[in-house]
């Protein structure tokens, strides 16, 4: 059974950090894509950076060189070091873990909270 369990989430001040944590259970992690969201109440789930198989990562623009994400095979873990938060990235943020050629093959965290205070 597929399970994905996200940790990290916190309050923090204006230009803290965290680092959010996703471990995959299930034996999918070296096959699916791993991929961080996040969420605000009224407004669609936005993806914030995701990486491949091979490792290779890819931000969405409002990170601006903000967070890193990694991966660690060993564990079956992915991460989210965020660095200078802002109020506006506070957010559920959830792990994601998509096929690379079926899309409807996809799995989700529960999400954890993020508060950035200003």
């Known amino acids: 059974q597929v399970q994905l369990v996200e940790s990290g989430g916190s309050l923090v001040q204006l230009g803290g950090s965290l680092r959010l944590s996703c471990t995959v259970s299930?034996?999918?992690?070296?096959?699916?894509?791993m991929n961080w969201y996040r969420q605000t109440p009224g407004k669609q789930r936005e993806l914030v950076a995701m990486?491949?198989?091979?490792?290779?990562?890819n931000y969405a623009d409002f990170v601006e060189d903000r967070f890193t994400i990694s991966k660690d095979s060993a564990k079956d873990t992915v991460s989210l070091q965020m660095n200078n938060l802002k109020p506006e990235d506070t957010a559920v943020y959830f792990c994601?873990?998509?096929?690379?050629?079926?899309?409807?093959?996809?799995?989700w965290g529960q999400g954890t909270q993020v508060t950035v205070s200003s």
């Open positions: 299930g034996g999918i992690f070296n096959i699916y894509n």
């Open positions: 994601n873990a998509q096929h690379p050629i079926h899309p409807y093959s996809t799995y």
């Open positions: 990486i491949g198989r091979t490792g290779s990562p």
